[in-house]
């Protein structure tokens, strides 16, 4: 069985780092394959319609078959795993994933969704910036586990 921490680690023996049906890991894994997406398997970006993906939640709209194919029909537990304290990038790459699974489609239009991934790719490369006292942007949703792991130096 083929671990997402094999390239960088070695073998993993945690059974909850396995690749296996109706587990998608998100935005850790260094792979982009069914069932593991991650943007940092390269060092350059998938390039898709002469446009660099350069965020997890970009390639889950790019390749929904990298998880429709590993989730079984009428499945009742699919499990979502990635890094501790996730960010933006996360957040709505797995609300996707989840939208994805129940619907079968992501439920917006491809003008919506591409705004949204440009957007999720600003936050994910630090070209916005994150201002605590700032909540009406929608990157937000993040600051939590930023400020837990700030104030309290340890994961959130």
Do not use: W
Request: proline fraction near 3%; charged fraction near 30%; include cysteine.
């Amino acid at each position: 069985m083929d671990s997402v921490i094999d390239d960088v680690t070695g073998e993993s023996n945690n059974q909850l780092l396995q690749i296996k049906r109706n587990r998608i890991f998100l935005d850790v894994g260094n792979k982009l394959q069914i069932g593991v997406i991650d943007h940092h398997q390269r060092n350059d970006a998938v390039i898709s319609n002469k446009r660099e993906l350069r965020c997890v939640t970009s390639l889950v709209i790019k390749y929904p078959d990298l998880i429709t194919d590993n989730i079984d029909e009428n499945v009742e537990l699919v499990e979502i795993v990635s890094h501790y304290a996730p960010d933006f990038d996360c957040y709505a790459a797995t609300y996707f994933v989840e939208k994805l699974i129940k619907e079968g489609n992501f439920g917006y239009s491809d003008e919506v969704i591409e705004r949204f991934c440009e957007y999720t790719e600003k936050v994910d490369c630090g070209m916005l910036k994150i201002i605590p006292d700032n909540l009406e942007e929608i990157h937000a949703v993040g600051l939590p586990s930023i400020i837990v792991k700030e104030k309290s130096g340890k994961r959130p």
